[in-house]
């Protein structure tokens, strides 16, 4: 009798995830908006919520492109080549940004010890990744009544303090302490989950650490996100959740 080769369901996941980064998931189509229309349009509408006074300045406007098959990234009006940073070839329709310019990044910061209870009818409290399932939070069992930096929205909540990388959904209004950091895409969700979810070997290089590894906001910030057409973005979606 033939052996059947069983296929690893995560294993498969990995490689579809690692096709859909690389735009070799779904065809592309010539008539999606390429993503660097999307990318002027986000950077417009941050610079109007900066001049609205309801966003903070970037400390640094930076945008990469591509000349003469080499990549470049523009920082502040001067041009640096970035070719040993990029990972793999996109597709054209596509670009490549930090994930400062795609995403609001909120490190975590933990409430005072004391306001750490059992009281169900504080914030829901969450120090690390204890309540990380394969995708979407679980309930925490620990509550404060000082609450630091409250996520009320949905995004990523990223484990950035021993371990370093996992990453999982939340859709409730929580408090995140020292080991967690929430991303807010601008771009979608769910694209952007799949994306980082495959960035957890790479992370573990950058921690630095003695007694325990974490990385900072900044390598966060840093992150090189390839950015495919909005529609594109939904199709690849689609696809992954057949």
Known sequence: MRKVHKVNPDDLRASILQAAIQGKLVPQDSNDEPASVLLERIREEKKRLVK???????????????????????????????????????????????????????????????????????????????????????????????PTKIIDFEAILMSVRAPVGDVNLVNRSICIG???????????????????????????????????????GDIIQSILVPIPPQNEQSRIMARIHD
Not at 76 to 88: L, R
Not at 121 to 142: A, I, P, Y
Not at 189 to 212: H, P
């Open 52 to 146: 609205e006074g309801k966003l903070k300045k970037d400390k640094h406007v930076s945008f990469i492109f591509r000349r003469d098959n080499h990549y470049y990234e523009n920082i502040d009006g001067k041009e640096f080549c970035i070719d040993d940073e990029i990972p793999f070839e996109i597709p054209p329709s596509w670009n490549w940004s930090r994930l400062s310019n795609v995403a609001f990044v909120i490190m975590g910061q933990s409430p005072v010890g004391s306001s750490v209870t059992g009281d169900a009818s504080g914030v829901e409290f969450h120090q690390g990744k204890r309540c990380f399932t394969k995708t979407l939070l679980s309930k925490s069992d620990q509550f404060t009544f000082k």
């Open 178 to 216: 020292r080991g967690l950091c929430a991303i807010r895409p601008l771009i979608n969700l769910q694209y952007m989950f799949a994306y980082v979810s495959t960035l957890k070997k790479w992370l573990e290089t950058k921690a630095t650490g003695s007694t325990f590894k974490a990385i900072s």
